[in-house]
């Protein structure tokens, strides 16, 4: 055998073992890197969620889940937005005084957001937790007074809420709904689940 085929063969076997020694170790680092990313439960327990609003048309609503529960995001028509002002006489709490759940600054007003045409709010009815039915469309409708402005139902126990999540008044249903921390990245992305100031 020459001297040369043995270091051919050295080459080879040098090469296959270093290949193998790199499949090894990426096999090992893939589930190493992967158990230091944040686990869908901690995504669930606070990450933000990313929204893309650029198909939403007015008077139409979406949801999506963030820390495990529904965050609606509706696109008033102006109707919707005119409505606001003239049911707040029959509200619980219009101006947002409680402090059960802390409003972000931007939505201490009449739209409760801080655009007044898009809404976002937790799909959450603080009564017992069940997630209330939309029901824009105004006047009379089973199970609502004939004079029904438009909002939210909660079927459950019959609280209502107004086309910003205001609770009216004489319900079971305490609080009005839950406006999570978010704030516009455009005109058509969504961030909810971080402030401004964050």
Sequence with gaps: MSEATVDNGRRVWLISTCAMGG??????????????????????????????ISRLQPGEKMVVE????????????????????????????????RRVFPTPEYALNRYRSIKPE??????????????????FTP????????????????????????LS????????APDNLEIPPHQYLSDTLLLVGEDQQA
């Excluded at 495990?68 to 005084?97: C, F, H, N």
């Design 23 to 52: 499949v090894g170790a990426a096999a090992v680092a893939v589930p190493f890197v992967s158990s230091i990313q944040p686990s869908a439960r901690a995504r669930a327990a606070g990450a933000s969620v990313e929204v893309d």
């Design 139 to 162: 006047g009379d409708q089973p199970g609502l007074p004939s004079d029904w402005p438009g909002g939210f139902f909660c079927p459950c126990h019959g609280s209502a809420f107004d």
């Design 66 to 97: 963030w820390r495990g529960r529904p965050v609606w995001v509706l696109y008033r028509t102006p109707e919707m937005i005119a409505s606001l002002e003239k049911v707040e006489p029959r509200l619980a709490d219009p101006q947002s005084e």
């Design 118 to 135: 898009l809404l976002v709010a937790v799909g959450v009815c603080t009564h017992f937790g069940c997630s209330p039915t939309s029901r």
């Design 165 to 172: 999540g205001r609770v009216f008044a004489n319900m079971p």
